[in-house]
């Protein structure tokens, strides 16, 4: 089973950019897929973004054309551009890995999350 260390969440005013890191504790090339979900108090855990090994991606309708994500196999790591930050994105963010089943339905391997504050 994968370890999954999120990272690069904080406070940020809204219109502003944060750049999440999901560092794995493995070689991510034969891990098949990998998200970031999002939990706001009170709320469900959200799939945000997903990529497969192949590089094909999927977004949730509230982020498309704000939030990329992308995979670095050299650093076994999965980043989460965030652009254009709105105060509804303020909620801890998870990283999510396994196949693609997995990460789509959230029963992957599940980092500890990363705060993310979007806030004037």
């Known amino acids: 089973q994968v370890q999954l260390v999120e990272s690069g969440g904080g406070l940020v005013q809204p219109g502003g950019s944060l750049r999440l890191s999901c560092a794995a504790s493995?070689?991510?090339?034969?891990?098949?897929?990998m998200g970031w979900y999002r939990q706001a108090p009170g709320k469900e855990r959200d799939l945000v973004a997903a990529?497969?090994?192949?590089?094909?991606?999927n977004y949730a309708d509230s982020v498309k054309g704000r939030f990329t994500i992308s995979r670095d196999n050299a650093k076994n790591t999965v980043y989460l551009q965030m652009n254009s930050l709105k105060p509804e994105d303020t909620a801890v963010y998870f990283c999510?890995?396994?196949?693609?089943?997995?990460?789509?339905?959230?029963?992957?391997?599940w980092g500890q999350g990363t705060q993310v504050t979007v806030s004037s």
């Open positions: 493995k070689n991510i090339f034969s891990i098949i897929a």
């Open positions: 999510n890995a396994g196949s693609t089943l997995q990460v789509v339905s959230g029963r992957g391997s």
């Open positions: 990529i497969t090994s192949g590089g094909s991606t």
